[in-house]
């Protein structure tokens, strides 16, 4: 195995789902489970270290890396980290963690939000949807933590991956109350989970691209001592909450951005494309804008029935 540890979650049309280690160019297809979240959960029932676990479990199986990532075989990606059997009990949410201004006051915790479950996950070449009650749409280029819940309660990190922590910055900064709405969106992980990833100073690059021609890019930075809180701060602040340690749940957190199309004015239209790539994590995630139409002035709003 290479130094760095990284996982992929692919699924094919005739052979399903699959987990990978990532080896350079290649894809070592994973024999007893199917998903990340099994191999995990395996692990941590075993009380056995995730990373040689996976080194003996190798299929025999190999993929061409390069096609897989550009989407030109049968496999897709998925979600870096899900829970298979229930889309409900993979909680998604994020903090603000940004760099801190010299006139900014140190808040007591990272503030907080959420953006989901499992259902609003994507991973790399899937698209990310704008609503059409929304006011736009944008990325927010971050590294995640991915973890399970133990069966005593106690939260496991299984590593680290990068994320597009999407959302409707213009209906926030349109009104600070509607923050809780413009955070609520799809947003995407991966490709790849790397196993043993420090939130250290890490350096990146984002770019919006639209028809083939790259039309924004930024530099970016994240992690210890680039941001407000340490990932151990981070953490602590985000589990101590009962309700964040129910045994079997899956928690992807965003770890905290500063940067976006949106904070230097680019708007993000149908059909452009986001990549994002941090050093040491592995190859680009790609994502493409998708804004859906706007909603039938005759359709049925959406509310209760009586029953």
Not at 34 to 55: C, Q
Not at 255 to 265: C, E, K, M, N, V
């Amino acid at each position: 195995m290479s130094e760095s540890t990284r996982l992929v979650q692919i699924i094919h049309p005739e052979h399903g789902r699959r987990v990978a280690l990532v080896n350079d160019r290649e894809l070592h297809l994973l024999s007893t489970y199917r998903t990340v979240y099994g191999f995990a959960l395996a692990a941590i029932e075993l009380e056995t270290n995730l990373r040689e676990f996976l080194s003996t479990d190798l299929s025999g199986v190999v993929l061409d890396y390069d096609e897989v990532h550009s989407l030109r075989s049968g496999w897709r990606f998925l979600p870096a980290l899900d829970h298979p059997q229930d889309l409900a009990r993979c909680l998604v949410s994020g903090c603000a963690n940004g760099v801190a201004s010299s006139t900014e006051s140190r808040p007591p915790a990272p503030p907080w939000f959420y953006k989901g479950n499992g259902q609003n996950l994507r991973g790399h070449g899937e698209a990310l949807t704008i609503p059409s009650y929304a006011m736009g749409g944008a990325e927010e280029a971050e590294l995640v933590g991915l973890y399970i819940i133990g069966t005593n309660g106690m939260p496991f990190r299984i590593g680290i991956t990068q994320g597009s922590e999407f959302a409707d910055p213009a209906m926030a900064a349109a009104d600070s109350r509607m923050l809780s709405h413009a955070k609520f969106r799809n947003c995407a992980i991966g490709p790849e989970l790397v196993l043993d990833a420090q939130f250290n100073d890490v350096h990146g690059t984002v770019a919006a691209e639209r028809d083939g021609q790259q039309i924004w890019s930024r530099e970016i930075t994240t992690g210890t001592p680039n941001t407000r809180f340490t990932l151990e701060e981070v953490e602590h602040h985000h589990f101590k909450y009962d309700s964040h340690r129910v045994p079997g749940d899956a928690h992807v957190h965003f770890l905290g951005g500063s940067l976006s199309t949106y904070t230097d004015g680019v708007t993000l239209q149908d059909g452009d494309e986001v990549a994002i790539q941090f050093a040491g994590f592995g190859r680009a995630l790609r994502n493409s804008i998708e804004r859906e139409q706007p909603d039938d002035p005759q359709s049925v709003p959406f509310a209760a029935r009586t029953l």
